[in-house]
């Protein structure tokens, strides 16, 4: 199945939507107090970089118009560049590794379908996921690339869980892929990979359920003990969960459709409690009629959308009782943007929390005039998507806290930023995913940006995070045609990069690793004592 490449194109960013209205000026972030309401907040910006850094010149995210004419030459503070492979550019997600001999690896998703293609592209050399060697983080090398069928385009749903040293993806290509999953044990030597499985699910001849809607990939996520891999099947509008007991033998064990959790929108990302027993989903929405979805609620404080997250009891799948069945508990609309992307849960000092990233904004995916960016500013709502921290005391009703709003998602900066992303579409200023440091014990998150790069949040109080350093790398000069942000057209010689992965911490090397599309693998270095906090423990669990 493939979609009309708007809706294709929609599907990949997933943007959602919560309250709204932006800060402002430096002032507004300094003095931020509780007081200020979480529409109003503006996350505060680094207060000191370090020496030989290159702040933003202008505001805390942009890249302005005259950069990117110019030539970007990257902005950083408080993370330096300490190793990059660019490859032939990357796309949708990314994932690392450490192995029983003490090698780290990094595999990352490269376009690889007919489905996209750009005449401008140059050809592939290398195609599938790269096996990147990063032991010596300043000298990553690529050791050769997956190849099997997943492997080829695997869009958002590359991922690996540490608990069994398993690498998987399914058939993403945004949703027009097949119902494969393939898998590959990494446990003993992350350089190289050994195929398990590479079949299809969901069909009947894996020993498992046959769903009400063809089983499709997109996104993926492990429950952290690494025995059920669950699929977000965007195309097929339905989450999967796929049993990995004997993971060279996969099989579908439980299906939910978006039409069961009430929203007729899109699936996309998700992430699974720590005992398995609950899963967080999100359905895009809020796009308009032109993909297929409803209006998005800018002027109607009485309408709640179609775009926000689900928290699903997934205990019957974990005890894997037969005919396991998953079940909504809640549903939480988010109203200031569109096309959800994932939902994260961690805790902080014990107490359960989640982040909910949108990957557009609140009137939808950019349009080449930003007619879109316009009608939200004009409606009082952040034209650009963004994250959402919820306190998960209540899974019934769980309570926003926080918003992570740059000030180029402020409202009286609309007119300072519109001017940089004309003639652009999909994806200009916003987020896309975010990982924290432990999930466990988070006490920083970190979050890939379209246009504004990478940026790492102190979140040890989540209802006041603060931004403490950042990461926006300079304009490549020849993206490969790995590289969605080439595919889909939008690259443009001078312009910033589409940094759109998941990214990991490094605790003991005091590293965050993440690719971004146009310059491949990116191995930062935190400066200053930026991070490990000293309430800061190491993670034994990936990301997200």
């Known amino acids: 199945m493939q979609l009309p490449i708007q809706v294709a194109i929609a599907i990949s960013l997933g943007t959602l939507v919560l309250a709204g209205c932006g800060g402002g000026s430096d002032d507004t972030a300094a003095a931020a107090t509780p007081t200020v309401s979480v529409a109003d907040y503006i996350v505060p910006k680094v207060t000191s970089c370090s020496p030989g850094d290159t702040p933003e010149t202008a505001l805390q995210g942009q890249v302005p118009a005259a950069l990117r004419q110019a030539g970007f030459g990257g902005f950083n503070c408080n993370l330096k560049l300490v190793g990059q492979l660019q490859g032939e550019g990357a796309s949708w997600s990314a994932a690392t590794y450490t192995d029983k001999k003490g090698q780290t690896c990094f595999?990352?998703?490269?376009?690889?379908?007919?489905?996209?293609?750009?005449?401008?592209?140059?050809?592939?050399?290398?195609?599938g996921?790269?096996?990147?060697?990063?032991?010596?983080?300043?000298?990553?090398?690529?050791?050769?690339?997956?190849?099997?069928?997943?492997?080829?385009?695997?869009?958002?749903?590359?991922r690996v869980n540490v608990a069994r040293g398993i690498l998987a993806a399914d058939n993403g290509i945004n949703g027009g892929g097949g119902p494969e999953i393939d898998l590959y044990d990494i446990a003993s030597d992350c350089t190289s990979p050994q195929l398990l499985a590479s079949v299809p699910v969901g069909t009947g001849a894996d020993g498992g359920i046959v769903p009400a809607t063809?089983?499709?990939?997109?996104?993926?996520?492990?429950?952290?003990?690494?025995?059920?891999?669950?699929?977000?099947?965007?195309?097929?509008?339905?989450?999967?969960?796929?049993?990995?007991?004997v993971p060279a033998r996969p099989k579908m064990i439980s299906a939910i459709s978006m039409s069961d959790l009430g929203f007729g929108t899109y699936s996309h990302g998700l992430s699974?409690?720590?005992?398995?027993?609950?899963?967080?989903?999100?359905?895009?929405?809020?796009?308009?009629?032109?993909?297929?979805?409803?209006?998005?609620?800018l002027n109607n404080p009485n309408a709640t959308g179609d775009n926000g997250f689900f928290v699903i009891d997934t205990s019957e799948v974990q005890s894997r009782r037969p005919n396991a069945q998953m079940r909504r508990i809640s549903t939480v609309p988010v109203r200031d943007g569109s096309f959800a992307q994932h939902a994260l849960s961690f805790s902080v000092g014990g107490k359960p929390y989640l982040v909910e990233v949108d990957e557009a904004g609140s009137a939808g995916l950019q349009d080449p005039?930003?007619?879109?960016?316009?009608?939200?500013?004009?409606?009082?709502?952040?034209?650009?998507?963004?994250?959402?921290?919820?306190?998960?005391?209540?899974?019934?009703?769980?309570?926003?806290?926080?918003?992570?709003?740059l000030e180029t998602h402020a409202i009286e900066n609309?007119?300072?930023?519109?001017?940089?992303?004309?003639?652009?579409?999909?994806?200009?200023?916003?987020?896309?995913?975010?990982?924290?440091?432990?999930?466990?014990?988070?006490?920083?998150?970190?979050?890939?940006?379209?246009?504004s790069g990478v940026r790492v949040f102190d979140i040890r109080d989540p209802s006041k995070p603060k931004e403490i350093a950042y990461y926006n790398p300079a304009s490549a000069k020849s993206p490969g045609a790995g590289s969605g942000h080439l595919m889909f057209g939008q690259y443009r010689a001078g312009g910033p990069d589409w940094c759109s992965s998941r990214l990991d911490f490094d605790f003991d090397r005091h590293l965050l690793t993440t690719a971004c599309q146009d310059n491949g693998l990116l191995v930062m270095a935190f400066e200053n004592g930026t991070w490990p906090f000293p309430e800061s423990t190491k993670a034994t669990a990936s990301g997200n």
């Open 272 to 297: 699974v409690s720590q005992d398995g027993t609950r899963a967080y989903f999100v359905g895009g929405g809020n796009g308009g009629p032109a993909v297929g979805m409803g209006p998005p609620p």
């Open 214 to 245: 063809t089983a499709l990939g997109h996104e993926g996520g492990f429950s952290p003990d690494g025995f059920t891999y669950y699929i977000g099947g965007s195309a097929a509008k339905a989450y999967y969960a796929v049993d990995l007991t």
């Open 129 to 158: 996921v790269p096996v990147i060697n990063i032991t010596n983080p300043a000298q990553p090398v690529r050791v050769s690339s997956l190849t099997s069928t997943s492997m080829i385009d695997p869009w958002e749903s590359l």
């Open 369 to 405: 005039g930003a007619a879109g960016v316009k009608t939200a500013c004009n409606a009082g709502v952040t034209p650009f998507p963004l994250a959402h921290i919820y306190d998960m005391s209540s899974e019934a009703s769980p309570q926003l806290v926080s918003e992570l709003r």
């Open 107 to 127: 595999y990352h998703s490269t376009m690889g379908s007919p489905a996209f293609n750009n005449p401008a592209a140059p050809p592939r050399v290398n195609p």
């Open 414 to 451: 609309c007119n300072k930023v519109i001017p940089d992303v004309l003639g652009l579409t999909t994806f200009t200023y916003g987020s896309h995913y975010c990982s924290v440091d432990n999930r466990e014990n988070a006490t920083a998150l970190a979050c890939s940006y379209f246009n």
